[in-house]
Every structure is written in structure tokens, then in C-alpha cells.
């Protein structure tokens, strides 16, 4: 099962393959050079250096139609903003489990595509 909806998204990108696949690409680019500064931040305990990272993949996130991978992106994002940084090793573990999760989704749909 995939972890994005493949209809909406293909509906948000207007069925343009071409553009997909470079946002795809960003994503994997870009993502996980967020994700090593949103460990980079849990690890060392910076709050808000979290919360901002958070923010951006969640927005990053937000375009590809999953709501899960959303879903823990908020969840770091919100940890960093109250300071909860007792529960952020494990939701940027989650995290960063999600977003490698919808890269490889990501890259087999547009492999797989007709």
C-alpha cells in the first residue's frame, strides 16, 4: 500500500510526469537535508531549530498527498515549538522513517508509470 494518494497527486501536478519526477527529486534533495538538521537539532536539544525545520518538511511534505508522512512532520514541528524535546527522538525517528518510506514509494510510481 502506498503511503501517498496517487490520483490526487497525480491531479495536483496536472498528470505532468516531467514536473513530478523533479519534485521528487527535490524532495529527496532537500528532505533529507532537512531531516539531518532536524536530527542534528533533536539531538542537541535546540527547540527551535526543530520546530523551524519541522515547519518546512511538513510543507515540503504537504505536496505529495500523505498524510502520514504529514502527519509526523506536524508532530516534530509542534514538538520543537513547545519545547517538548523529552518525545522528539522518537518522532524524528518516525519521521525519518516516513520520508524515506515516500521517497522510495514516490520513485517506484514513477517508475511503474504507463
Known sequence: MSLFDQNELLER???DWEFLADT????????RALMTEIRH????????????????????ISNFCSPAAHA????????????D????????????????ELIADLTTFLGNRA
Open 13 to 15: 501536478v496536472d498528470h
Open 24 to 31: 521528487v527529486q527535490m524532495l529527496e534533495t532537500d528532505g
Open 41 to 60: 537539532a533533536a539531538a542537541s536539544g535546540d527547540a527551535p531549530a526543530l520546530g523551524r525545520a519541522g515547519h518546512t518538511i511538513k510543507g515540503m
Open 72 to 83: 509526523s512532520a506536524s508532530e516534530v514541528e509542534s514538538l520543537g515549538k513547545r519545547g
Open 85 to 100: 524535546m523529552a518525545a522528539a527522538p522518537e518522532a524524528v525517528r518516525v519521521l525519518d522513517a516516513r520520508l524515506e
